[in-house]
């Protein structure tokens, strides 16, 4: 397994710890409700999303012999933005309104547009790769 | 990859940009209450994600990876394209009932639900041992 894969695939799965953490204090009384969005995200975007990029990075057909998972700077690039979009949610996202509004506000759309980017940083790079059969010969 | 693979990966990767874009706009909504109409895509942003984006994509793949019958055929392969055409439509339906009306709601989750049984009762043979 590539190493960006193995990031991929470990990030995840210790999103999928802190989700289900989360919901258990919060089963048990100790969550704050205001985290309760971000932390569906934890689960959906953190977990499922970033689960399902790592193993398509990892098992879509090649795109060429010099790019086999597509571009790797826009695999780590990605990477990057998703989990810095989701960790400004989690930090931004249940003090947005309370002072300093105007920063977790910034921080809350610094956020979006990480995981946007990341979402559109994936799927352009990804796009070659599904692809039939090469044919042999020529 | 087969043709219907390709078709529900790539349709996979659109939802998930349909989805994030209006994730994104619903965010940004909650930072500056702009643009006013994000909410009323909460629903679209749920199902083009759930359905469109996490369930289609790793269909898609299963048809694509699961073991294949003797010969290297996948069998009769129409249910599986009738379960990607009923999935796609019941997310559109459920999209749109709003402006639709409420039975176009529950024709969307006739849909997909039909969808996806058509899958499973096409996949069910494939999970296999390799060469059975």
Redesign the interface.
Known sequence: MPTIVRWYVRTSLVYLVAALGFWLAQAAGWGSPGFGPAALHLFFVGWVTQLIFGMAIWMLPTLSREHPRGYEAVNWAVYGLLNLGLLLRVVAEPRVGTPPAGLWATLLILSAGCQWLAGLGFVLNAWGRVRGPRRQGG | ???LS?WS??LA??Y??LG??W???I??H???QWPPFAWLGFAAHQEF??FG??TQ??LG?AYW?LPRYRGNQRGDIRPAVLAFVALNLGVWFVVLHPWLGAPAGLLGRVLEAGGVLLFVLYAWGRVKPAGA
Do not use: E, N, Q
């Open positions: 990859m087969p043709a390709r990966v790539r990767f659109l998930l940009l994030f874009t994730g994104a706009l965010l940004t909650k930072a500056v994600l759930i984006w996490t994509f790793a793949i990876i």
